[in-house]
C-alpha cells in the first residue's frame, strides 16, 4: 500500500495519536475512510463513463464505414432513399412554371 510497510505505518499511527490525540483520532480516521470511498466511487463513476463514450464512438464509426447511417451534414442522400430525396429548385419551379399565366391574347 503506497510502498509503506508496518514499521512506517506504525510509526505514523503513533505520530498521528500524539498529534491529534486518542479522542479525535476514531473521528479523523471515520472520515478520511468515508472520503476515500467517496473518491473511489467519483473515479469509478468516470472510468465507466469514458468507457462508454468510447464505445459509443466506436459504434458510430463502424455504422458509418458500413454506409448505415451519415454524418450530419452530409448532403448525399442514401442509395435506398431516393424517393424521399429533398426537392431541388429546378423540381419545384417545373409545376409552378406549368400553371403561370400566358401573356398570349386568346385567338
Request: no cysteine; net charge negative.
Amino acid at each position: 500500500m503506497f510502498g509503506i510497510g508496518m514499521p512506517e505505518l506504525l510509526l505514523i499511527l503513533a505520530l498521528a495519536l500524539i498529534v491529534i490525540g486518542p479522542k479525535k483520532l476514531p473521528d479523523i480516521a471515520r472520515a478520511l475512510g468515508k472520503g476515500l470511498a467517496e473518491f473511489r466511487r467519483a473515479t469509478d463513476d468516470l472510468k465507466s463513463s469514458i468507457q462508454e463514450e468510447s464505445r459509443t464512438t466506436d459504434t458510430r464509426d463502424r455504422l458509418l464505414r458500413e454506409g448505415k447511417i451519415q454524418a450530419p451534414g452530409n448532403s448525399e442522400p442514401a442509395a435506398n432513399s431516393d424517393a424521399a430525396a429533398p426537392k431541388t429548385a429546378e423540381t419545384e419551379s417545373a409545376p409552378a412554371a406549368a400553371e403561370a399565366p400566358q401573356d398570349r391574347p386568346n385567338v
